[in-house]
T-cell receptor, first 110, second 111 residues
Framework: GIQVEQSPPDLILQEGANSTLRCNFS?????LQWFHQNPWGQLINLFY???GTKQNGRLSATTVATERYSLLYISSSQTTDSGVYFC????????????FGQGTILTVHP | DTGVSQDPRHKITKRGQNVTFRCDPI?????LYWYRQTLGQGPEFLTY????????KSRLLSDRFSAERPKGSFSTLEIQRTEQGDSAMYLC?????????FGPGTRLTVT
């Protein structure tokens, strides 16, 4: 199966700062999702982005499928952005099962 | 659309007991997945259903684990003779095409 590597593992920001999270894949994927896991463990869908660029408010994501990576941008960070961010991908013959990265722990200080 | 629901949200059990979890997917979603997440790790795939057919099982799913999805609607995950290593968050997800939506999870603690 595919391997997913996320960086950085930890990120500490002051409120208002911008950040970029990266996700690298060992093989091509036909499903790529970014999630935010809240303190109660719920995975919140941020983006479904097998390729291209999408934006949702202060968040945006870009996937370069040919180079097997995806980026999540957070602008003007807020304390409520704190938590764990996961990317996950699924390859062509995997029935859509997602392989997750280890996550990036984001802490935003006021 | 009410989202994916899971029951119970928390379960504490003694080693050796059997437990069963339930997942209700988003209606009309034909695909249903179970994942397990331990502390500090990303979720790991356990098994996958398309309608009522179980099409793939991870090697993580020992013979103490069994999952069903009768009639292609809700699904159950049963763990027999629980062990302390089974303590984890069990997550269910459903999809119609590509994007998966996750439930709130069942947190299992085996004492």
């Amino acid at each position: 199966g595919i391997q997913v590597e996320q960086s950085p593992p930890d990120l500490i920001l002051q409120e208002g700062a911008n950040s970029t999270l990266r996700c690298n894949f060992s093989d091509s994927v036909n499903n790529l999702q970014w999630f935010h896991q809240n303190p109660w463990g719920q995975l919140i869908n941020l983006f479904y982005i097998p390729s291209g660029t999408k934006q949702n408010g202060r968040l945006s994501a870009t996937t370069v499928a040919t180079e097997r990576y995806s980026l999540l941008y957070i602008s003007s960070s807020q304390t409520t952005d704190s938590g764990v961010y996961f990317c996950a991908g699924a390859g062509g013959t995997s029935y859509g099962k997602l392989t997750f990265g280890q996550g990036t722990i984001l802490t935003v200080h006021p | 659309d009410t989202g994916v629901s899971q029951d119970p949200r928390h379960k504490i059990t003694k080693r050796g007991q059997n437990v069963t979890f339930r997942c209700d997917p988003i209606s009309e979603h034909n695909r249903l997945y179970w994942y397990r997440q331990t502390l500090g790790q990303g979720p790991e795939f356990l098994t996958y259903f398309q309608n009522e057919a179980q099409l793939e099982k991870s090697r993580l799913l020992s013979d103490r684990f069994s999952a069903e999805r009768p009639k292609g609607s809700f699904s159950t995950l049963e763990i027999q003779r629980t062990e302390q290593g089974d303590s984890a968050m069990y997550l269910c997800a459903s999809s119609f095409l590509g994007e998966q939506y996750f439930g709130p999870g069942t947190r299992l603690t085996v004492t």
